[in-house]
Each structure stands twice: as C-alpha cells, then as structure tokens.
C-alpha cells in the first residue's frame, strides 16, 4: 500500500497544470535554466572575508549555491563531499562526520581529534574534538555552500589544518515579499519512506530599511536497516525538525544589523552502521546506538561602511546538547574471557555552551592595497556525563544485584577551551595582471579538562563490573566510591600560522597562483588523564593529552575561462607536510582512547573541476582528484603506542572524481524539462593505521579497506512558472559498497555502507 500510495504521488507530480497567470512566466523561467555564458555565471565567494570572483581566489574553492543543491539533491554533508574534489566524509552515521580533504587524516573516527577541516555556519565553528556528534545541518534556503581546500588558519583558525567548509544563510530580501517550498518523498527498499519538508517566507516589513526571513523544515526518513539484538526492523530512522529566522534592518546606506536565530533538533534512533556479517542490511547492539544533537544558535553581526573599509562585528551564542550513546559489548570478544561477551556500554550526555566573537574591518577601495584584518576569541565550555552500563537483562541473568539502576559507573567531567587570536591578510596589486597576498594569525590556546566530584564506581569486595562479569560470578555490590573533584593539566598552545601567495594572470581569460601555508590544531587535554586500567593495573596511565601539530603546504594553482564563460577549468597540484601528528591512540586492555603525537607524513596530489557548455542547453560538469599520502617519519616508540606504520598510506583514496550532464528542453511554450546523470567515483582507502595500539607488530584485527565504488543518480525536471517537479532515482544500481569502517574493536557493527537504491519525487515551488 505504501509503495502505490508513493508511485501515485510521483505520477501527480509530472501533471502540474498552470494557471493561466503562471504562464506568463514560464517563457522567461525557460531561457534561464540553460547554462548562461560569461559575466551572468559568475559566482561571488567570500572565501577572503571580501566579495570576489571565485574565478579570482587563489585558493582552490568549491561552490555550490542553492539552486545546484536542489538540482542534485544534497541536503547534508554527505552530498557536499562527493561533489567536491580530494574531500570525503567519513561518516558513521547521521550525526557523526568528519571531512578528510587532501589525505590529511589518521583514519576517519577522529576520536578525542579536532577536526582537520573546520566547519562553520555563518561566523559559528561547528566542527570540534572528535568522539562527539555534530549535527548534520539542513541546507535548505541557503545562500551558498563554499568548501575551501588547503590549510585557512590565517583566516579560519586553526581548526582549518586542511580545509574549511563554509555554510552561509540567506539573508532577508528588504523589497521583495517571497515563498518557497521543497517538498522530497522517497521510497528506500519495498518500505522505507523519505519524507522531507522545507518552506521559507520572506516578508518585507519597512521596504528597502526592515524584512525578516523564516525558515522551516522537517524531516522524517525511516531507517534500513534491521538491528537483530533489539528487534527493531528499519531501525535507523531519523527525525530531523528545526528552523531558523533572520531579521535585516539597514537604517542607512551604511549600516546594517542583521539578527539570526535557529534550532535544530536531529535525532536518529539507531546507528547506521552494518554487520555484513549477519547478512544484507543488518547490525546488532543490545540497545540502540544513539547519536543525537539539539543545536540553538542566536547571532547579531553589525555591518558599517567606512568610505575605505566595511567593519564588522559578528557574535554567536550556541548551546549544543547530545547523546554519545553506544553498545561497547567487543570489547570483549567471545574467547577472549571466561565469560565474555558481556554487557558493556556507554551512555554520554554531553552540553557544549560556546560563545564566539569575530570583527574584522575589510577594504573596500579600488586601489592597489586591500586589506582584512581583525580579532577572534572563543570560548567553549563542554560537560560530558559518562555513565557505564551493563543492561538489566544482563544483571539479573548473572546475579549482579545491588546497584540502583543499569549503570555500574558514572562520571562527570567538564572542560573549558578558550581561543585568542588576531588576523590580517594583506594585498598589493603591481597591476591588474600582477599581485601579492600576505596573511598570517597569531593565537594563543588553552583547554583544560576537570572531574567533578560525585557518580560513583560500583565495587563489592574490591573488585568492580568488569571482573565479576568476566568471570560469571554472581555477587552484591555493596561500595560505591565516589570520585573526587580532580583540576587536570592546563594545556595551552601559541603559534603562528603565514600564508604567502602570488597571482598573475597572463590575459584576462586566466589567472594563475603559488601559495604557501601554514597549519595547526590546538593541544588536546585527554578526558581521562592519569586514570589507570580497571581490567590492567599494567597497562599504561593515560597521558595529559597532545601538543600542537604543524603542516606546511605548498600549492600551485590556475583558473581559467574560455569561449565566453562555456568552458571553465580550475586545476590545482600541491605538497603537504605534516609533523607531529596528533593521533589517536587506545590502551589495550579496556579500549580507553586517548590522543598523543606521532611522526610525519607527506601528502601530494592534484585537483581540478571543469564545466563544458557544447551546445545550448547542454551542460557536463567534471572534476577528479589523486592524492598519495604516507606516513614518513615515525619512531619505534611512536609505531607501538599508535599501531602506525612507516610507509604507511593515510585514509584518503588515491584516486575519485565527479560528473554531471544535464540536457534542458521545453515541454510547448509553458514548460521547461531537464535531464540530469550524476555519477561519483571513489577509491578504496585504508580505515586507520594497520597495527594494534601497544602490540607492535601484532595486526589489528578491525583494520581494512573501504570498497571502490560508484555512485549513479538520475532526474527528470519539469518546471512551470514558479512550480517544479522532479523525479529521481538515487544509486540506481542499489550498490551496497562499504564507504567506511570503524577502527574501534568495541563496536560489533562497524561497517557503513551507502543508502540503498531510493526512489522519489522532489516537489518545489519558488526555488
């Protein structure tokens, strides 16, 4: 029934009559779907903090404004990531990514990591230490997407080690009253329905001073998969809902204050990841895995024009509650104890309540000098709740009695992190074919990471869960200890980060640049710092965390425009060293995760994205790119405590790449039709590194390959005035490729693979 009621709803969707007002526009909305040349395809970028061609950026740069993600569909990150060259997004499940851009990655969980690419929603870094969800946010009634590839720290701080993506809303239109709406259903299998709904109003309330936009949406996509340890068919189901409003006020030409409030609230229901093992389409936890994220924002930016320079000031509060909830039950294989596997889990509540300030004064004269330059502070301060658990079925089967619910230990922890920083960039221009470009940020970091008193660890006789559990004896806990309030080590960090660049643009058509960076994180304190081994009172005590890391790229780039706009090229080659690796780390004995500093690796490769016009309303885009990274210095100490080896390829494929063709044709004189094919190709690449962590020499038994694969998409579009329906198919060949492979041993389920074959219809009016 589900699937007629859905075939019926796409068979609607081709037969949208217009009225006969609606006809009147469908002539212009038809010459404006095809490609245009020159001049009226640019796209602005503000990439350098300034308005500027991308086409003049001497940084390798992708955008995607609001029409293209519709066209292809991208709601996420993930979507984002197969479209822009050298970048993929290692992703878990809905809620938990991290971008890999340029091979500048250990492998793709991150655990206790920054992030290597920041990721920003207006002037709000989102991106954050590794182990923690981030929401995946909605891009609907966007103004545009830019992914910046290569170190941005003198610009974007230094979360940008390798890159930075860049989610810019849409601000109100002060003139014009709008609407628009998206409306995407789709069908997952035989019966996993896609349900997605966006709608945004903008209503001009004093013309050309005062108008505020608003933006809804709600999503709800039954999940795929089958969890065989609780029953639950479909299991990994997201609901997603939010919104946001934004109110402009321009009092005069020169001033303008522009607000911004936004909610998200996504929650999964399970994870989505697989045990291959246990057949297609299915993963097993004794509880659902649960990653979500309940995201406020509240921005004010003031904007002033000085007749030399445009000043402005942007300050964001957001509060930022989640759920790290997951089984942990292989940590302990069968075999491996007398008793195993047994019930192990954990249930992380974390708050993140973070406040950022950023103002900046950018030229704005025509003259040979132009300038950005400006202060950042950020202050962040993260409460994680750790509560161990068994589960009750467990507990009752072995006579584990006495304790006041599922939980055998909890622990409350908080850390404080704070950035200072300040910023220029600085451009002469020689002549119009010729210009330099200096910049570099200088910022002081710190985190620090407290135990607060109370929870408890459950005890009877001395021993603890684990023992009792692992050797099947039944017993009463009887002592709960409870933790006293520890101060951990302060860690802090103080270095620059340059960037020097030169442009030259022999003819008008082309502009050619040479560019060297500088990158770095910030020192990670580690959650558990000085804990001993519950399960291995020899195993190792958790060190204070990691230093700074340090990256120097070289990058050599052109971008070029020929026969008036219908052939666009942007290439770029590089060369990347990166030292003193922070990297992830695990003790042996109970799987405690930590972050330490390891050798060097050197990453090279080369980019470039191309978009032809052949014919009149024909239009193929391409891009690719090959990337060879490794690790090249590394101490024996250093290979046994991070199971790295020398030689070693990073997590990046080697080789991936991007196409799609669109042909556009009228339907009579009141409609427009296009068909698209958007194909993706990306090559297998290693989950991590091959050794196990405090074994060196022994192989890690959860190491691998993800598969190579392509991924194929087709549309049909039909458009008529202001309305648009559009039939589509998603990986088309229901390619079950794995696209990622967790590293950690604890989880049973570890494989992610891509959505199965969807079928849909997208329904849009004013987009």
């Avoid at 503000?46 to 308005?51: F, Q």
């Avoid at 979500?292 to 509650?321: C, H, M, P, R, W």
């Avoid at 292989?330 to 007398?338: D, E, I, K, N, R």
């Avoid at 291995?536 to 026969?563: F, Q």
């Amino acid at each position: 029934m589900r699937a007629w009621l859905f075939a019926s709803t796409c068979a609607v969707a081709l037969f949208i009559v217009p009225t006969s007002a609606e006809a009147q526009d469908s002539g212009s909305r038809a010459e404006n779907a095809a490609p245009q040349a020159d001049g009226e395809r640019d796209i602005i970028v503000t990439a350098t903090r300034r308005e500027e061609r991308i086409q003049d950026v001497p940084i390798s740069i992708s955008a995607f404004q609001q029409e293209e993600l519709t066209e292809k569909g991208i709601v996420g990150f993930e979507g984002i990531a197969r479209e822009t060259p050298g970048v993929v997004l290692n992703r878990p499940t809905q809620n938990f990514n991290n971008f890999t851009s340029r091979g500048i990655a250990t492998n793709g969980y991150n655990a206790n990591l920054q992030s290597s690419v920041a990721v920003y929603i207006d002037e709000l870094p989102v991106s954050t230490i590794g182990n923690t969800t981030v929401v995946d946010p909605n891009l609907f009634d966007v103004e545009r997407v830019e992914f910046l590839r290569g170190p941005q720290g003198t610009l974007f701080g230094s979360g940008s080690l390798s890159g930075a993506m860049r989610i810019l809303t849409k601000s109100p239109d002060l003139n014009d009253f709008d609407v628009s709406a998206l409306v995407d259903l789709g069908l997952t299998g035989s019966d996993s329905l896609r349900q997605r709904y966006n709608l945004m109003v903008n209503v001009p309330v004093v013309t050309d001073k005062l108008a505020i936009r608003a933006v809804g949406f709600y999503r709800d996509e039954e999940g795929y998969l089958d969890n065989v340890g609780t029953g639950v068919h479909n299991s990994n189901t997201l609901i997603d809902w939010g919104g946001r409003a934004i109110i402009l006020w321009r009092p005069t030409d020169r001033l303008s204050v522009r607000l911004l409030g936004s909610y998200e609230d996504s929650d999964p229901k399970d994870s989505s990841l697989t045990s291959p093992s246990l057949g297609r389409e299915k993963r097993v936890s004794d509880q659902p895995d649960r990653f979500t994220g309940k995201q406020t924002i509240f921005n004010a930016t003031v904007d002033y024009e000085f007749d030399f320079a445009k000043l402005t000031s942007s300050s964001t509060y957001s509060d930022f509650d989640q759920r790290f909830y997951v089984d942990l039950a292989g940590t302990f294989a069968p075999g491996s104890f007398p008793g195993a596997p047994i019930a192990f889990g954990l249930d992380a509540d974390a708050y993140d309540k973070v406040f950022v300030q950023e103002t900046r004064l950018s030229s704005t004269l025509d003259g040979p000098f132009q300038f950005v330059v400006g202060g950042f502070y950020l202050n962040r301060r993260r409460d994680v709740d750790y509560f161990y658990r068994s589960s009750p079925e467990f507990l009752a089967e072995r006579g584990l009695t006495g304790l006041p619910d599922q939980y055998f230990q909890k622990q409350y922890t908080h850390q404080i992190s704070e950035e200072l920083a300040g910023f220029g960039e600085l451009t002469y221009r020689f002549s119009e074919r010729f210009w330099l470009t200096g910049g570099m940020r200088y910022g002081r970091t710190s985190a620090q990471g407290f135990t607060e008193a109370g929870g408890y660890l459950a005890t009877a006789f001395g021993f603890n869960y684990y023992d009792y559990a692992l050797l099947g004896l039944p017993v009463n806990f009887d002592t709960f200890t409870a933790y006293e309030a520890v101060e951990g080590v302060k860690a802090t960090g103080s270095k620059p980060s340059w960037k020097a660049s030169a442009s030259f643009k022999p003819n008008e058509t082309i502009t050619t640049y040479a560019t060297f960076a500088t990158g770095f994180r910030a020192p990670i304190v580690n959650a558990f710092a000085g804990r001993p081994s519950l399960v291995d009172e020899n195993d190792i005590i958790i060190p204070y965390g990691a230093e700074s890391d340090d990256l120097k790229s070289y990058e050599v780039g052109a971008k070029a425009r020929w026969l008036d706009g219908r052939v666009t090229m942007n290439a770029a080659i590089y060369l990347i060293d990166w030292s003193n690796i922070q990297a992830q780390a695990n003790r042996v004995s109970d799987s405690v995760q930590f972050a330490t500093n390891i050798g060097a690796a050197r990453s090279k490769g080369f980019e470039v994205e191309m978009g032809l016009i052949p014919a009149t309303d024909v239009f193929i885009g391409l891009n690719a790119a090959y990337n060879d990274s490794k690790i090249t210095k590394l101490s024996a100490e250093e290979a046994a405590i991070s199971g790295a080896v020398l030689g070693h390829r990073l997590s990046a494929p080697r080789l991936q790449g991007a196409t799609y063709m669109s042909y556009g044709f009228d339907l009579g004189d009141l409609a427009r039709g296009t068909l698209a094919v958007n194909a993706q190709y990306v090559g297998s690449y290693n989950s991590s590194f091959p050794n196990t962590p405090g074994r060196p020499g022994v192989r890690l038994s959860t190491f691998g390959e993800t598969d190579e694969y392509v991924n194929l998409n087709l549309s049909l579009g039909i458009e008529r005035g202001d309305l648009s329906a559009q039939l589509y198919v998603e990986n088309l060949f229901d390619d079950h490729s794995v696209v990622y492979i967790h590293p950690e041993a604890f989880l049973v389920s570890r494989f992610g693979t891509l959505r199965p074959r969807t079928v849909g219809v997208r329904l849009g009016y004013g987009i």
